[in-house]
């Protein structure tokens, strides 16, 4: 054996030349050329099919997020709606006592509770808490009278509202001022 030769065996030398990189000759190159013709008109139907198919997929996809975002608070909006019920139904009612009327917006305060709780949103009152820059927004600072540590929450001037782990509104507050 020479430099640059190598071993083959003889079943593997066939394989080798009939791998269809042009080693052997095409005995018809009319029926070749037909064959691939064909073959190629097969494969440009299969890429058109194929082409077709993802257009469809992309644009149901658009739809269904079109429906998503169109129908997202859904479910919210139907917990939502006993509430507004009430209200309207303690406006209708001339009649109430001042503590009836109470009590009627006290329950009406646990529907909206309960449907916020359902929609995830949270309220965020972090009076006595460390100030977090990313859930509360300070308004002023105060001296410390030596009740909270500095940088510490002292009062919360309107609550902050989360929607899971999201910051819908931050908290507006004041913060015992470092020395």
Not at 74 to 93: C, H, I, N, R, T
Not at 95 to 109: D, F, H, K, M
Request: net charge negative; glycine share 6%; no cysteine.
């Amino acid at each position: 054996m020479t430099l640059g030769q190598s071993e083959v065996p003889a079943g593997d030398a066939q394989a080798a030349a009939d791998d269809g990189a042009g080693a052997r000759p095409v005995d018809d190159p009319a029926a070749a050329l037909a064959a691939a013709l064909a073959k190629a008109e097969e494969n440009h139907g299969l890429y058109l099919r194929a082409l077709a198919e993802m257009e469809n997929v992309r644009r149901r996809t658009q739809e269904e997020v079109a429906r998503a975002h169109k129908f997202a608070i859904e479910s919210f909006a139907e917990s939502l709606v006993p509430v507004y019920d009430s209200l309207e139904k303690a406006l209708q009612d001339e009649s109430s006592s001042s503590a009836a009327l109470r009590e009627g917006v006290q329950i009406t305060l646990r529907q909206l509770r309960a449907a916020f709780e359902r929609g995830r949103l949270s309220e965020v009152n972090p009076l006595g808490e460390k100030f977090d820059p990313h859930r509360h927004q300070a308004i002023s600072a105060v001296a410390g009278d030596g009740t909270l540590a500095p940088n510490h929450v002292v009062t919360v001037l309107q609550k902050g509202w989360m929607i899971a782990d999201r910051v819908l509104r931050p908290a507006l507050v004041t913060v015992v001022q470092a020395n």
